[in-house]
């Protein structure tokens, strides 16, 4: 127990890097959190109420981050092509800039990347698990990579009508939102990820691709 609550409280700790009072190059923590969340979610979690779920706070709340963060040109909104209806909302350039220059996670980041490749796994992994754990006992979901989630399927050759609207190339679908999903999109984070140990392997896809780029 003492070295549990021990590794609990550096974790704290290292969470003052992104919990803050005020505001760092303009931004709160929050609008941080927003930004950063929306800059890795994939097409079906980048809507203003998918990003309420994930920080926590409410639709009203939720809508001012997106006006502070579209005002200072970090966010543009967009018409969903899955539902017309609704709104994607989609990082600019400049807003990428920001994450990747200001960012105040950034040093943690590099104080991780640091420890090298097999202590990050092991660290990924470790913090997972201890989301597992937390997500079972309060009965809720994280967002997570879309690779790891249950809904995640192989995709059959012309699957469904968004076949001939661009992503042809697709390998894979979600099962949820019956919607091709690319390689790419597969490292994204989801608000509706479901854990499972049945899932694809996708390693073989990526090496495919790595020697693809290379050729």
């Not at 550096?10 to 931004?27: D, I, K, M, S, T």
């Not at 409410?58 to 018409?79: G, M």
């Not at 979600?174 to 390689?183: F, G, I, K, M, N």
Request: charged share 25%.
């Amino acid at each position: 127990m003492p070295l549990a609550r021990e590794a609990v409280e550096l974790l704290v700790q290292a969470a003052r890097a992104w919990y803050f009072e005020g505001n760092q190059h303009g931004l709160r923590d929050r609008e941080w959190m927003a930004l950063r969340f929306l800059g890795r979610a994939n097409r079906f979690s980048r809507t203003p109420s998918a990003l309420a779920g994930f920080i926590g706070a409410t639709r009203a709340t939720a809508s001012q981050i997106v006006k502070t963060l579209e005002s200072r040109s970090f966010l543009v909104r967009k018409p969903s092509h899955e539902d017309k209806r609704s709104v994607v909302l989609h990082v600019t350039t400049q807003g990428e800039k920001c994450l990747s220059q200001h960012d105040p996670i950034n040093h943690v980041v590099n104080a991780v990347t640091s420890l090298g490749t097999d202590e990050c796994i092991r660290l990924r992994d470790s913090l997972r698990e201890i989301l597992n754990h937390l997500d079972t006992a309060h009965q809720r979901l994280d967002a997570s990579v879309c690779r790891d989630c249950m809904f995640l399927a192989e995709r059959s050759p012309g699957f469904g009508p968004s076949a001939a609207k661009g992503r042809a190339s697709a390998e894979f679908m979600c099962r949820l939102y019956r919607a091709p999903v690319s390689l790419e999109e597969t490292e994204l984070l989801c608000t509706s990820f479901e854990r499972t140990r049945d899932r694809p392997k996708i390693e073989g896809h990526f090496e495919r691709a790595r020697v693809a780029s290379q050729g």
